[in-house]
């Protein structure tokens, strides 16, 4: 099942997956992101948070509608959207798509990148999608095949101390059985040059990022 999840940061273009949405897909709207369900017209089945950030008049014509709303308290160890990550998994969903997630505050945008490497995503495949930007972690001994996506440029960010036995395929710089180190730069703005783009690594966390919207 695929779920779609959208966090209370911003959402200056829409990515287009929006358009391909079904009936059968669970849709999450966490605190605030309610916001940006209601400017797409979309109604979601869950709202996950402690609802201080939501609009209370968007709220409100939630429960008129009978939406099923998922409190929790303020003061609390997760944000809404791990909350909301955790729940989409207890209802079976194994693709996960999150938007609005990126471009507001600083910590925020950073953790929600960073929690793509959290241990309970480990058997899910999860995107975070902003624009024309794709996020996506890899783990271990990961593989990962991006068609379709010439002349979009490719960030490879270690999230471990290293990340080991690297290769890159379909790109303007290859990697053959490389290494990269967390805090150095050598994997960012690469370019996809081929149909068929391929990712391989051994040992380590990666934190991979698509973006056309420089280019």
Not at 6 to 35: C, S, W, Y
Not at 58 to 75: D, E, F, N, S
Not at 142 to 169: C, F, W
Request: charged fraction near 20%; glycine fraction near 8%; aromatic fraction near 6%.
């Amino acid at each position: 099942m695929r779920s779609f999840i959208f966090a209370n940061g911003q959402m200056v273009k829409t990515p287009e997956i929006i358009k391909n949405i079904q009936q059968e897909d669970l849709i999450i709207a966490a605190d605030g992101g309610l916001r940006f369900c209601t400017q797409l017209g979309i109604t979601p089945h869950m709202i996950v948070g402690d609802l201080d950030s939501v609009n209370p008049d968007q709220l409100g014509a939630m429960k008129t509608k009978g939406i099923q709303i998922v409190k929790y308290p303020v003061h609390k160890d997760q944000t809404d959207l791990e909350l909301a990550l955790q729940t989409a998994i207890k209802k079976g969903a194994h693709i996960i798509y999150i938007l609005g997630a990126l471009g507001a505050r600083w910590d925020m945008t950073f953790s929600s990148a960073l929690i793509l490497a959290a241990d309970f995503l480990n058997d899910v495949n999860v995107k975070i999608l902003d624009g024309e930007v794709e996020v996506f972690c890899m783990k271990g001994n990961g593989h990962s095949i991006i068609e379709n996506r010439m002349g979009k440029t490719l960030s490879l960010l270690p999230l471990t101390h290293s990340v080991d036995g690297i290769t890159l395929d379909g790109v303007q710089y290859p990697l053959n059985n490389e290494s990269l180190y967390i805090g150095e730069t050598r994997g960012l703005s690469n370019v996809i040059i081929h149909k068929t783009a391929s990712i391989r690594i051994e040992n380590g966390i990666l934190l991979v990022f698509l973006d056309a919207s420089t280019n």
